[in-house]
């Protein structure tokens, strides 16, 4: 049974340009989050997707922004990247709109140069 | 609203000892709680979760946490350190948004 996947595991890019994230959910898992962990600090909320819409969204910018596809799978979003974007960001899946567990994926480690 | 307080960035103990990380939340409704722990270049990964019920949740690797809500508490115990236990430890509150927030984490140390 897959857990959450992402891709890729690390990734540098340069002020001002754009990139983009992806997650695969656990197996049976339709809802994804993602969240912003900068060094030393616990996870922040960015936004989270079910049913291919984003359901809540967390105190980021508009450069921030989602998609969720129709086999659950999610790609994050960030334009013109700032040096403070610099941070692991993780997905995570769950079941439904309930208070089920997160489960991580192992992030993705985003270097702005 | 929500939010949670881990008193104590880092925590060093020696092998064999009590393990107690604190954890103080608020919530304006009755929360569910959450302890996560991650490895170094890993993900999170689910402790323990208290819902409603027994106060006293046990978790995986011999670690449990007591709810006291005249506290607003859930700290995390174990009562023999390990070195495989030395990871980051972090306490999730949901008080009804369904979208947990987070502590700012604390660094388990454990000498041998």
């Known amino acids: 049974d897959a857990g959450v996947t992402q891709s890729p595991t690390h990734l540098i890019k340069t002020r001002g340009q754009q990139v983009t994230l992806r997650c695969s959910p656990k197996s049976g898992h339709d809802t994804v989050s993602w969240y912003q962990q900068a060094l030393g600090q616990g996870p922040q909320f960015i936004f989270q997707y079910y049913e291919e819409e984003e359901r809540q969204r967390g105190n980021f910018p508009d450069r921030f922004s989602g998609h969720q596809f129709p086999n659950y799978s999610s790609e994050l979003n960030v334009n013109a990247l700032l040096l403070g974007d610099s941070a692991l960001y993780l997905c995570?899946?769950?079941?439904?709109?309930?208070?089920?567990?997160?489960?991580f994926g192992n992030g993705t480690r985003l270097t702005v140069t | 609203a929500q939010s949670v307080t881990q008193l104590g960035s880092h925590v060093s103990v020696s092998e064999g000892a009590l393990v107690l990380l604190r954890c103080n939340y608020s919530s304006s409704v009755p929360p569910y709680l959450f302890w996560y722990v991650q490895y170094p270049n890993q993900g999170l990964q689910l402790l323990l979760k208290y819902t409603t019920g027994a106060t006293l949740v046990k978790g995986i690797n011999g670690f449990e946490a007591e709810f006291k809500k005249s506290e607003t508490s859930f700290h995390l115990t174990k009562p023999s350190a390990h070195m495989s236990d030395a990871a980051e430890y972090f306490c999730?509150?949901?008080?009804?948004?369904?979208?947990?927030?987070f502590g700012r984490g604390t660094s388990l140390i454990v000498h041998p």
């Open positions: 999730a509150v949901n008080g009804g948004s369904y979208i947990p927030t």
């Open positions: 995570a899946s769950s079941l439904g709109r309930d208070n089920s567990p997160l489960h």
